[in-house]
């Protein structure tokens, strides 16, 4: 048993102990109902805002207190070094460089050495310029060195071959400039050679001290390109192995979409039929261009031949009476996201109109023209951002939003499939996609509710030209413009540059 005296000592512990859990549950209660944080926002000018504002000017003064002090770096002292380190030190500086050394211990130019009153030149400069967009022909020579004279004379002789407009931006032209005649004075051209077009060659050279223009026809086989094969797991990707080019593969997806649905009415064991103008040089040159004709064909019989025909490169029925059909066009390969009516709006939370559907896309996927029509209004337009409305005549009108670019201009003409834009995240958008709305009476109306299709249909003489052309066409074999073309005899196997030959011709004398 314990003596009195521990006895007394545990029971005054036990009376301090609960005391103190007294004390503690009476202070955790008064510190949970103050609010060291009050809302200075509210109540302003009352008991609770002043013990706010003093505990904010409290702590304000606590941070400034504890402000590091911050004092200026002392700086090495300066050493004096004699002349042989000061060299030492100046050739790994960037200073030789500027006076003409290369690097290291090679100096620059001294005192000692002693300028040259005139340097002599080479006698012959080979350059290359290149016309850029929105340039012309003189204007470039004249860069390039040629003087005023001779490069408004040389652009009179290529006009006189063919327009000076229809060089196309980026060619490349090979330029010799022969010998001053005179310090100070522009150096003659002695020759100037460059591709004019994909068949010609131009080439002016100085014969008995006149510029003459020597052109060189170049040998061109335009056989059109014809691809066939199995659609397999993928059209595209079928079509891309068998060698038709990506462009034009992309043409005959979205010319047959006009026509059926390419994601359902297509079978694995259905065959494409792809005709593409096609043109190769006889000096290995290759140029692809538009589809002229995409065929669908099932169990050895055609199901569906589309041609292109006139002027404004629409595609007809090649089967029948040459029947063109018009309707309108997907702006973008994708899906719907969203379709037209009340919704709750992503950005601003609440619900109203969406006026139009929504079709996923990715970003800088080109954006066509659902039909023919007239660009309305093209550029910055509220919640829309970057935004294109087109007018296609009786009250229809379509506009395009969220665009990351726009490719028209207002009044500008469009036509069914043309790039009008690119997909962007542009206005009140979450993300990449194409807003689609269309118009009647200037009021929007459900997009997918509306079709309109107009058909076309050829007769007399063009019905026969139509056909002649088709009979022209299907002759062509598949893989008949890879043959080997036969080389052109005033042409070496491979593009030789004027500078080139005017080399071979000096070593040789």
């Given at each position: 048993?314990?003596?009195?005296p ?80 000061r ?58 060195g ?20 229809d ?13 001053r ?17 994909f ?46 080019p ?21 079978a ?33 019989k ?28 997907a ?49 910055r ?75 076309m ?53």
């Amino acid at each position: 048993m314990l003596g009195a005296p521990a006895a007394t000592r545990i029971a005054r512990f036990s009376s301090f102990a609960e005391r103190y859990e007294q004390w503690r549950q009476r202070t955790s209660v008064a510190l949970a109902d103050f609010d060291f944080a009050p809302d200075l926002a509210r109540d302003i000018g009352s008991r609770r805002w002043l013990r706010g504002a003093a505990t904010l000017l409290a702590l304000s003064a606590l941070a400034v207190a504890g402000w590091p002090d911050f004092a200026p770096l002392e700086a090495k002292p300066v050493v004096a070094v004699d002349e042989d380190v000061r060299d030492e030190f100046r050739s790994q500086m960037i200073m030789p460089l500027a006076l003409g050394a290369d690097s290291g211990r090679r100096m620059g130019a001294t005192r000692e050495v002693v300028p040259l009153r005139s340097a002599p030149e080479r006698p012959r400069l080979d350059l290359v310029a290149t016309l850029s967009k929105g340039d012309s022909f003189e204007r470039m020579l004249q860069r390039a060195g040629v003087s005023t004279a001779e490069a408004d004379h040389i652009a009179d002789l290529v006009a006189g071959t063919m327009p000076l407009g229809d060089i196309a931006p980026g060619t490349q032209v090979d330029i010799t400039l022969g010998r001053r005649p005179a310090p100070g004075a522009s150096r003659p051209l002695d020759a100037l050679s460059f591709r004019a077009r994909f068949d010609l060659q131009l080439g002016v050279s100085r014969e008995a001290g006149r510029l003459v223009l020597d052109p060189h026809p170049i040998k061109v086989d335009t056989t059109p390109l014809r691809i066939r094969g199995v659609v397999g797991s993928s059209l595209y990707r079928s079509a891309r192995n068998a060698g038709a080019p990506a462009r034009a593969v992309q043409e005959y997806l979205r010319t047959l979409g006009d026509e059926i649905d390419v994601s359902s009415a297509i079978a694995a064991s259905d065959e494409f039929d792809i005709i593409v103008d096609y043109k190769r040089a006889a000096t290995g040159e290759v140029e692809t261009g538009k589809l002229l004709y995409a065929g669908l064909i099932r169990d050895g019989k055609p199901r569906k031949q589309l041609m292109r025909w006139g002027s404004d490169g629409r595609f007809y029925e090649a089967s029948g009476n040459g029947e063109m059909r018009s309707g309108l066009v997907a702006p973008v390969p994708g899906s719907r996201s969203s379709g037209y009516g009340m919704r709750r709006h992503p950005i601003l939370g609440y619900s109203r109109m969406h006026k139009g559907i929504d079709f996923r896309a990715h970003y800088g996927e080109p954006i066509h023209a659902v039909t023919d029509g007239t660009v309305e209004f093209a550029g910055r337009h509220g919640g829309h951002g970057n935004f294109v409305k087109l007018q296609h005549g009786g009250g229809m009108e379509t506009g395009y939003a969220h665009m990351s670019r726009i490719a028209v201009r207002p009044g500008q003409r469009v036509r069914r499939g043309q790039v009008i834009g690119y997909v962007g995240s542009t206005g009140l958008s979450t993300g990449p996609h194409l807003h689609y709305e269309m118009y009647r009476g200037g009021k929007t109306v459900d997009p997918t509710g509306v079709r309109f299709v107009t058909r076309m249909q050829l007769s007399g003489g063009q019905l026969a030209a139509f056909k002649s052309e088709l009979a022209k066409l299907q002759q062509v074999e598949p893989g008949a413009a890879l043959a080997t073309v036969a080389p052109d005899p005033s042409l070496s196997e491979e593009p030789v540059r004027e500078i080139d030959r005017i080399e071979s011709k000096q070593k040789v004398g």
